[in-house]
């Protein structure tokens, strides 16, 4: 941005083949007169400034004899950041450029300079100028011979207006470069400015880094909080990147401090223009980290940010701003999923990834169409009798390219590129119809549970479309029991709150999956309008362990008791759990030691009483897991 130029003097050129005129100039411009007092008083008048009491000289006048010399002094005045406001130019300066071509090259140099053209009567027509010179703003024709007032009124009014023009030119740089929530620079800033990192690298082989920054879950800060304590928010993190760059001890001296720059929403990038070494990049990443996990006071909030941080290092791992835009991205979310709160560097291998992650997701856009998704069905037990106490549908992928999908490789992707709700409609439709139809056939289906990921949940159409698909497939309402996750409940608690009052009015039944993670208040717990609680498969699997924690069970069990709610513990795999269960008096049951998941025809066969479920005891495959990829549709 161009330095600011309310100065006590503006600096005036006159290029002029005779001294005299030089002379006469100074005396105008530099020495105290009546008429340069009057206009000082009508300028402070006009623009409410005090010009008066700065100074009464206020112009600086240097003199050229030609215009070859004039444009070497306006080149020196620009590099020295001290550049001339006004430039009056005589019409003829024999031997060398006339006044046209010398008003020519000033501009080429400083497109801003306002231009005071002295010319005589017989010199250049306007058609002359004007065809030579363009029609603009800049240039003012003074005919000869002129007097001290003309010159005075021209000086003050012009200089003003390369003064407003400047300070306009300032604002509008920082529009154009600047990020107007934090101050940081913008994107279009730190493209250019990375692209000139890169170019100097490449030509003198040292080392430098980008880092990319994202905040984790600034959405649920965001959503919870509210959007202007989310901003004050992004201030604080942007203040905290200045600290830390201020302060990086790594960067050998202050003209290769890095840029920190904001790309828009929570991501944030850091030019490391020069580094000595790998680690140096290292070090700058985990001051930021550290910085940035701290508390923050937002008003009346006290929140904690963390951030993931991945590096890509130039040139080493990419010689072009969009492969290290893209590399650094991917190690920021190799960061991301290695538990947040940290960095990484890139290697080559999330780039494989990378080509993995994109062709299931162009696959999964296709999988509907195609028919390649189906639903799978996991009965659930009351232990106490034995029976039957509903179906819980869960989301298979067969892909005849890729093979067998496991949900939670492809749920992810659903959610991150937008399809988690259309797939969700067809799970929910798909489910709800299934079940309608076994109950026309006599078959006994108490309810068929169906997960919905927060995607799904906060669309401002999900209460109008499990309306039309029960009055479409015929399912009773109450036979539906929607299961959301406990962590589901801390993202707009408002929104979703209403939405679970909306399904009660539905008439429909609401899980609360993975039960017992913590993000839940207990105390709300009695206010939401919640039919049952599935225990997160963490206590259960414990029991193997010999660490059962059955205070923990007991609480949660006699709690839901008083609240009148079910209860079911998921992922129950051995008779010594099952066992313990009904010793802690747990309603339901749900896991591989009762039955596997189930395609449509096997699950119609087990409700017929055709095919019996795996017996207590009985092996089932290894590895597998009792529910598959939390959460979505798993």
């Given at each position: 941005m161009p330095p600011s130029t309310t100065t006590a003097s503006h600096r005036i050129l006159?290029?002029?083949?005779?001294?005299?005129?030089?002379?006469?100039?100074?005396?105008?411009?530099?020495?105290?007169?009546?008429?340069?007092?009057?206009?000082?008083?009508?300028?402070?008048d006009l623009f409410g400034q005090d010009v008066l009491s700065e100074s009464t000289a206020r112009f600086h006048v240097d003199a050229a004899f030609q215009g070859q010399e004039g444009l070497e002094m306006l080149r020196r005045a620009k590099a020295e950041n001290r550049p001339y406001t006004l430039a009056f130019v005589d019409g003829r300066m024999p031997p060398g450029w006339d006044g046209i071509e010398t008003i020519k090259w000033l501009w080429e140099e400083s497109p801003d300079l306002q231009v005071v053209f002295c010319t005589a009567y017989a010199d250049y027509s306007w058609w002359d100028i004007q065809q030579s010179l363009g029609t603009t703003d800049s240039l003012v024709i003074l005919k000869k011979p002129f007097d001290t007032v003309e010159v005075l009124q021209l000086t003050h009014a012009l200089s003003r207006k390369w003064e407003l023009s400047r300070d306009v030119q300032g604002r509008l740089h920082d529009l154009a470069f600047n990020d107007t929530l934090t101050g940081l620079a913008n994107r279009v800033q730190f493209m250019d400015r990375f692209a000139q990192t890169l170019?100097?690298?490449?030509?003198?082989?040292?080392?430098?880094?980008?880092?990319?920054?994202?905040?984790?879950?600034?959405?649920?800060?965001?959503?919870?909080?509210?959007?202007?304590?989310?901003?004050?928010?992004?201030?604080?993190?942007?203040?905290?990147?200045?600290?830390?760059?201020?302060?990086?001890?790594?960067?050998?001296?202050?003209?290769?401090?890095?840029?920190?720059?904001?790309?828009?929403?929570?991501?944030?990038?850091?030019?490391?223009?020069?580094?000595?070494?790998?680690?140096?990049?290292?070090?700058?990443?985990?001051?930021?980290?550290?910085?940035?996990?701290?508390?923050?006071?937002?008003?009346?909030?006290?929140?904690?940010?963390?951030?993931?941080?991945?590096?890509?290092?130039?040139?080493?791992?990419?010689?072009?701003?969009?492969?290290?835009?893209?590399?650094?991205?991917?190690?920021?979310?190799?960061?991301?999923?290695?538990?947040?709160?940290?960095y990484g560097f890139f290697q080559n291998s999330m780039t494989v990834l990378a080509q993995q992650r994109f062709s299931l997701e162009n696959q999964l856009r296709q999988a509907v169409a195609r028919n390649e998704l189906s639903l799978h069905y996991q009965p659930q037990f009351d232990l106490l009798t034995g029976r039957l106490s509903g179906?819980?549908?869960?989301?298979?992928?067969?892909?005849?390219?890729?093979?067998?999908?496991?949900?939670?490789?492809?749920?992810?992707?659903?959610?991150?590129?937008?399809?988690?709700?259309?797939?969700?409609?067809?799970?929910?439709?798909?489910?709800?119809?299934?079940?309608?139809?076994?109950?026309?056939?006599?078959?006994?289906?108490?309810?068929?549970?169906?997960?919905?990921?927060?995607?799904?949940?906060?669309?401002?159409?999900?209460?109008?479309?499990?309306?039309?698909?029960?009055?479409?497939?015929?399912?009773?309402?109450s036979r539906l029991e929607i299961e959301i996750t406990e962590g589901l409940l801390a993202v707009k608690p408002e929104t979703v709150l209403a939405v679970l009052r909306g399904l009660r009015a539905l008439g429909t039944q609401v899980a609360i999956d993975?039960?017992?993670?913590?993000?839940?208040?207990?105390?709300?717990?009695?206010?939401?309008?919640?039919?049952?609680?599935?225990?997160?498969?963490?206590?259960?699997?414990?029991?193997?362990?010999?660490?059962?924690?059955?205070?923990?069970?007991?609480?949660?069990?006699?709690?839901?008791?008083?609240?009148?709610?079910?209860?079911?513990?998921?992922?129950?795999?051995?008779?010594?759990?099952?066992?313990?269960?009904?010793?802690?008096?747990?309603?339901?049951?749900?896991?591989?030691?009762?039955?596997?998941?189930?395609?449509?025809d096997q699950a119609e066969a087990f409700l017929r009483g055709e095919k019996t479920p795996i017996e207590p005891g009985a092996e089932h495959p290894d590895g597998a897991q009792s529910k598959e990829g939390e959460h979505g549709q798993a």
């Open positions: 006159v290029i002029d083949d005779n001294a005299a005129i030089h002379e006469d100039f100074r005396k105008i411009l530099q020495q105290p007169s009546q008429e340069n007092v009057d206009l000082l008083k009508m300028e402070s170019g100097t690298v490449l030509r003198h082989g040292h080392k430098a880094a980008l880092l990319f920054i994202d905040l984790d879950n600034f959405k649920r800060i965001n959503d919870s909080l509210g959007h202007g304590v989310g901003d004050e928010l992004l201030r604080t993190v942007a203040e905290r990147l200045r600290r830390c760059l201020r302060g990086t001890d790594s960067l050998a001296r202050p003209s290769l401090l890095g840029l920190a720059a904001r790309l828009g929403g929570d991501e944030f990038t850091v030019i490391l223009p020069e580094i000595q070494k790998n680690e140096s990049a290292a070090t700058v990443a985990r001051r930021i980290v550290e910085h940035l996990s701290q508390p923050m006071d937002l008003g009346r909030h006290r929140v904690q940010v963390t951030a993931s941080i991945g590096i890509a290092l130039i040139p080493q791992d990419g010689d072009t701003v969009e492969t290290l835009l893209k590399n650094a991205d991917l190690a920021m979310y190799a960061a991301k999923r290695a538990g947040s709160n940290t179906m819980e549908a869960l989301l298979r992928w067969n892909s005849p390219e890729l093979g067998e999908i496991p949900p939670k490789e492809f749920i992810p992707i659903a959610e991150d590129c937008g399809l988690i709700v259309s797939i969700g409609e067809w799970v929910l439709r798909t489910a709800c119809a299934q079940a309608a139809t076994w109950i026309a056939q006599g078959l006994e289906v108490p309810r068929v549970a169906v997960n919905v990921s927060v995607h799904q949940l906060v669309h401002v159409h999900f209460l109008d479309m499990v309306r039309d698909v029960l009055a479409q497939t015929g399912l009773e309402p993975d039960f017992g993670t913590g993000y839940s208040s207990l105390s709300r717990l009695k206010e939401l309008p919640v039919d049952c609680l599935k225990l997160d498969g963490t206590f259960i699997r414990d029991i193997n362990n010999g660490k059962p924690d059955q205070a923990m069970l007991d609480a949660m069990i006699a709690m839901a008791a008083g609240l009148g709610l079910r209860v079911i513990a998921e992922n129950v795999e051995t008779p010594q759990q099952s066992s313990f269960l009904r010793d802690r008096n747990c309603p339901g049951v749900q896991g591989f030691h009762y039955s596997l998941p189930m395609p449509q």
